[in-house]
């Protein structure tokens, strides 16, 4: 097998991944607090002897967006949405997680919990308290949660320490293996959720352009196969 081959071969493996994580982003397209991903392709470049040298591109590492996501108004209680870097954390049977998906609602034992039934946490780690029945629930730009005019606690907003280093699980989740801070300048909105943060018409161009250059590059290796089959053929013959 040739350098070219070599190279090509590389470069179908890199877009490959890269299909597969725009296709992702276009199926939680409307996913809510769904932060987008990408590929950062590296360029490996090595001596042949006397020849020249090979230039061969990798999938290296998956990008995720953290940029801000539209805000959705939905009026509701325990909808909250962050204004700014940071992330909300939740407590998962597998250890906290970082998430911007802000879909909350109190629990039979009074806590604040997502969907999925994990406690929403504070800034020193512990459950929030949503006390039921004692009036209306206020939660103001810095996370104070107020139960009837009275404060009971407040939600926790965290950056993680190293942002290249954020593992993604469970689609708005993410592991933070180097920890998180406090966020002081990020603010919480009541009543809004934050939307995804991915543009499906640029993620469908994408799927395009990665889907040509595939293309393109497996017709080459298809040429390259039927030109080693002839010449294969022809030394037979002699």
């Not at 109190?106 to 997502?114: H, I, K, Q, Y």
């Not at 929030?128 to 009036?135: E, L």
């Not at 293309?215 to 080693?228: A, H, P, T, Y």
């Given at each position: 097998m040739d350098n070219a081959t070599y190279a090509t071969l590389g470069r179908q493996t890199g877009l490959l991944a890269q299909?597969?994580?725009?296709?992702?982003?276009?199926?939680?397209?409307?996913?809510?607090?769904?932060?987008?991903?990408?590929v950062m392709f590296s360029e490996v470049v090595r001596t042949t002897g006397d020849g020249p040298s090979l230039s061969m591109a990798t999938a290296r590492a998956r990008l995720t967006d953290l940029s801000q996501g539209a805000l959705a108004q939905t009026g509701g209680a325990f909808d909250l949405a962050i204004e700014g870097e940071g992330f909300f954390m939740v407590q998962t049977p597998d250890?906290?997680?970082?998430?911007?998906?802000?879909?909350?609602g109190?629990?039979?034992?009074?806590?604040?919990?997502?969907a999925e039934g994990y406690p929403v946490l504070d800034a020193g780690g512990a459950p929030?308290?949503?006390?039921?029945?004692?009036?209306p629930v206020g939660i103001a730009p810095d996370g104070t949660v107020s139960a009837g005019?009275?404060?009971?606690?407040?939600?926790?907003?965290?950056?993680?320490?190293?942002?290249?280093?954020?593992k993604r699980e469970?689609?708005?989740r993410f592991e933070a293996p180097g920890g998180a801070d406090p966020a002081p300048a990020a603010r919480v909105l009541q009543g809004f959720l934050e939307e995804s943060n991915v543009d499906p018409i640029?993620?469908?161009a994408r799927m395009i352009e990665v889907s040509r250059a595939y293309?393109?590059?497996?017709?080459?290796?298809?040429?390259?196969?039927?030109?080693?089959r002839g010449a294969i053929r022809a030394l037979n013959v002699r």
């Open positions: 299909m597969s994580l725009v296709a992702n982003n276009i199926a939680n397209a409307n996913t809510t607090g769904y932060r987008g991903e990408g250890g906290q997680r970082l998430t911007r998906a802000g879909h909350f109190p629990s039979a034992a009074g806590d604040l919990v997502t929030v308290i949503v006390p039921v029945g004692t009036g005019g009275q404060p009971v606690g407040q939600v926790g907003l965290f950056v993680p320490r190293d942002p290249l280093a954020l469970g689609g708005t640029t993620e469908v293309e393109m590059g497996q017709s080459f290796l298809d040429r390259e196969d039927e030109r080693i």
